[in-house]
């Protein structure tokens, strides 16, 4: 049995597939009006893996490293910096803790404490608890609900006096529409901040994602990205200046190239910052990374395409000026019960799904800020949910995502339970 809508209850109705699993059914309302039988484990397609290099190229540069005598911000770290302004196309590159961090580093050198920061609430928290932390005030921007990335202009029409920054989140790893941005950030003075955690190796205009593509570009080495440093994150910058002050505020402020008297002892400290800086152990396994982020990135994207071809579901678009890299690969489905009732389906078929972000600007964190109309947003977090496009997909799983989303597609011949309603 596949899962379908049933008409002639009222309203449209969902029911899940006959399976050993799970039978749910939802509603336009979203209720669940019937349900039996708990989920049990099952093996599943797994949403993320995990990208490491092989052990035998990774093991011997960590035990190197870690035995060197130097585990902090060191030779490996300036190597690994080396590497990415080499693959960026930009010499401004600054490595540190988190991509939360390298967030906060960019507001902090933006200056946002007590003006406006325009912002999608479509993203990770990581994307805005930087500007609270940083005493900025949050606004929020719509989004194209076609794609999930902010709406320009929305930002355009929120922009006023108070607005110092905005900040913009690469959806699933498909460029916002940065020309429009960027013109934006001209015309009022405002920098624009690129959250592109989703986004390590897409283009926009033939050019890479952080190649100068915003005035400062944020990616995240956490766990399941594209590549991970266990954790860690990457600021570059357009402007040398930014990037001298950025090196100094990820330690403390310290001038750590400086001539010292005494080599434990820093000189005068002139402005405070932060213990954000990277480590030598982490650098080590980002440059082996490094190795291996074309072909991670390649098969994110051909996955994609496959998706693109075989689905049939309509998928988050993507400007024609822009190359993603499909961190993620995000489904429209019809309604919000249409998508519960997708999500529980995908289960029963062995494959795992996820919206992966809620909206931000529902938190209690940020009642204090507007709630303005968002009809973009609304669609958008009511349709969306996302499938495995990882790296590690062998060729039969991905011929099993694609099955399971072709049998929620089929029309509902037969169901278990006749619901009254």
Not at 174 to 185: H, T, V, Y
Request: hydrophobic share 40%.
């Amino acid at each position: 049995m596949t899962a379908g809508p049933i008409s002639g209850l009222g309203r449209s109705v969902y029911v899940l597939p006959d399976c050993n699993i799970c039978d749910q059914v939802f509603t336009e309302n979203d209720v669940v009006v019937g349900s039996s039988s708990a989920m049990r484990d099952v093996p599943v397609i797994p949403l993320f893996t995990v990208s490491m290099p092989p052990k035998a190229e990774l093991l011997p540069a960590l035990e190197r490293t870690l035995w060197s005598g130097y585990i902090g911000q060191g030779p490996r770290v300036d190597e690994f910096e080396t590497r990415l302004a080499e693959y960026f196309g930009n010499r401004n590159v600054l490595t540190v803790n988190s991509g939360t961090s390298a967030i906060q580093l960019a507001l902090r050198l933006i200056g946002v404490h007590g003006g406006e920061v325009i912002t999608t609430p479509m993203t990770c928290t990581a994307t805005n608890m930087p500007i609270l932390a940083e005493g900025g005030r949050v606004v929020w921007a719509d989004v194209d609900p076609a794609s999930g990335n902010i709406d320009p202009a929305d930002v355009e029409q929120k922009i006023t006096r108070d607005t110092r920054a905005i900040l913009c989140v690469h959806w699933g790893g498909n460029p916002c529409d940065m020309a429009e941005l960027g013109r934006i950030g001209a015309k009022y003075g405002t920098p624009v901040v690129e959250d592109a955690a989703h986004a390590w190796g897409a283009e926009y205009i033939g050019r890479r994602i952080g190649s100068g593509t915003a005035d400062f570009t944020c990616f995240s080495l956490q766990a399941i990205k594209h590549i991970t440093t266990v954790d860690g994150g990457v600021l570059l910058c357009r402007n040398t200046d930014h990037y001298r002050r950025g090196k100094l505020l990820r330690w403390y402020g310290i001038d750590r190239e400086a001539n010292r008297k005494d080599f434990r002892c820093e000189e005068d400290i002139a402005e405070w910052g932060h213990k954000w800086h990277m480590n030598d152990v982490a650098a080590t396994i980002g440059l082996v990374q490094m190795g291996h982020i074309d072909r991670i990135v390649a098969a994110h994207r051909a996955h994609a395409l496959t998706y693109d071809q075989e689905l049939g579901i309509p998928a988050a678009a993507a400007l024609p000026v822009a190359l993603g890299s499909y961190w993620l690969y995000t489904l429209l489905l019809p309604s919000h019960p249409a998508r519960l009732a997708f999500m529980q389906h995908m289960r029963c078929q062995g494959v795992m799904t996820s919206q992966v972000h809620a909206r931000n600007d529902t938190h209690t964190c940020f009642r204090l800020f507007q709630r303005s109309p968002l009809p973009g947003v609304d669609e958008f977090a009511a349709r969306m949910v996302c499938v495995p496009v990882h790296a590690a997909l062998t060729e039969a799983e991905v011929g099993q995502v694609i099955a399971a989303c072709r049998s929620f597609e089929s029309p509902i011949g037969a169901r278990r339970k006749v619901l009254a309603q």
